[in-house]
């Protein structure tokens, strides 16, 4: 009688084990999300205004160097089969509150390096 009961409890757990995809999970976004295309409107000498003009307000604002700006977007899947999980970065430099330098995970154009018109 122990045995049945025990086969029929581990039979029951990985039953339940396989029925894990039934339960919905939504993804979970933080962050900026930046567009390819707003990033490539960013040239060197642009002021912060302008940058928050052209991508909003970055997340985080370094507390020890106010001329480093970090624009971080995450993206935690809910359930697998809708992709991995992802964070893309940002980070713009500024010198006399310009823009310096600009790296992360996205391209820049090709006119980056031509500062605009005053």
């Given at each position: ?6 086969l ?10 396989g ?15 930046l567009?390819?295309k ?32 970090y ?15 992802f ?29 605009l018109?005053?």
């Amino acid at each position: 009688m122990k045995l049945l009961q025990s086969l029929l409890l581990i039979t029951f757990i990985s039953g339940l084990a396989g029925c894990t995809d039934w339960i919905y999970r939504i993804d979970v976004p933080q962050g900026n999300f930046l567009e390819e295309k707003d990033v490539k409107k960013l040239r060197i000498g642009m002021t912060k205004e302008q940058v928050i003009y052209v991508l909003g307000r970055p997340v985080v604002k370094d507390s020890f160097n106010h001329d480093t700006w970090y624009y971080v977007y995450d993206m935690k899947r809910g359930m697998s089969k809708r992709g991995e999980d992802f964070q893309k970065r940002l980070i713009i430099q500024f010198d006399d509150d310009r823009i310096a330098s600009v790296e992360g995970d996205f391209e820049l154009s090709e006119e980056f390096d031509t500062p605009l018109d005053e």
